[in-house]
């Protein structure tokens, strides 16, 4: 299949269905308090969403804003697996030697969280200019289903870069967060020939230690922890001991939740719209933004049971690979690291262990940010990846002949 421009159309038989499903909607009772977000999704947030999701949600409108967007889809040979057919995004710069970039997603966002960062990253001839592609992830939005087991990170790893030596683009850095940070991190990890930096802001890493980093280990041991560092310890116990059920579920279990996401749009609009709500740094949500993320759950090629089916394969690899999400906690040689901390994000790490992940050029302390940065604070995300590329940034000429000027 050769790269072909792809149009997003929901057929009008899955809007009425949509409709009909939620007029048949039975919302729960709920206790009564003042911390009702202790608790979950108060029962009047989705009733709310659920009436305007019917009675004046405008999904055509959000389909052809998206189709707005220079969306692609070609298939990709990913061994053991056959033909993937894989939706993109591909915003090409004017500039010849624009860097490629590839933006990886994670769950519960999509390519959408991409679009915000579209018009910053063009370049303007003192800071650099970037070709950006952001696909959905095979399972995720208008990318195809898996539905032989198997398909772990390494996968999804071969997938993204197979797709991008397809579009020419035989060297490339990377971005990425929740998911994108595995996948981006296992792509360095496999195709450090291809991969030559990845900037990323969910930053998941462990203390250094003595036997593996022992001058970071001695820093570690002996500087205290900044005021941020603190907070960011604080939010990662929160959410760790608050906010981790859902991944517990979706890695041991994923077939059992999936009937819940694909039979009731209520409970898919539940599920996300309580991460929507709790990851971010006080994001203002429009009704709007919130059942555009659902919806894309909703609508994809896959349906949306499929996209939680990564926690179960990234943590249970074997035998196909021994590559889990830990694995990518370690040192990877060879790729250089942009590191992005932002406060409210679900794992808030000190300095000295995001050093524990590689090579390390560059760290940004945000005073604000969330889990969806890409979303909630674009120009925080564009502003680092410049400053790693620009011409006396730590990155500038990595990639022969791509160094983002004129």
Known sequence: MSIEPYTISVPDEALRQLSQRISFSTFPDQVNGPKLWDFGVPVSDIQRLTKYWQDGFDWRKVEAQLNDLPNFRTAIDVQGFGNINVHFVHQVSPVKSAIPLLFSHGWPGSFI????????????????????VAPSLPNFGFSDGINEK???????AET?????????????????????FSVTRAIGLQYPDHCKASHINMVLARPPHF?????????????????????GRRRSEWFDKEGYGY??????????????????????????????HDWTDEYPWTDDEILTFVSIYWFSTAGPAASVRIYHEATHPQPQSDVTPYTLFKWIPHVKLGIA???????????????????????????????????????????DLQSMFKKDGPCYGLIVGKDGYV
Request: one cysteine or more; hydrophobic letters at 40%.
């Open 150 to 156: 198997g398909f772990v990170l390494t996968k999804y």
């Open 341 to 383: 901390h932002f406060p409210r994000e679900i794992s808030v790490v000190p300095n000295t262990w995001a050093e524990t992940l590689g090579p390390v050029c560059q760290q940004k302390e945000h005073p604000k940010g969330g889990h969806f940065a890409a979303w909630e604070v674009p120009e925080a995300i564009a502003t």
């Open 211 to 231: 036997d593996k980093h022992p001058l970071l280990a001695l820093r570690h041991a002996i500087t205290p922890y900044t005021p941020r560092e603190q907070d």
């Open 113 to 132: 969280e991409v679009t915000k960062l579209l018009p910053l990253l063009e370049g303007n001839g003192h800071l650099p200019a970037f070709h950006i």
């Open 160 to 180: 993204l870069n197979k797709l991008m030596l397809k579009l020419g683009y035989d060297k490339y850095v990377t971005q990425g967060g929740d998911w994108g």
């Open 247 to 276: 991944n517990v579920l979706q890695s041991t279990k994923p077939q059992t939740i999936g009937y819940a996401l694909a039979d009731s749009p209520v409970g898919l609009l539940a599920w996300i719209y309580e991460k929507l």
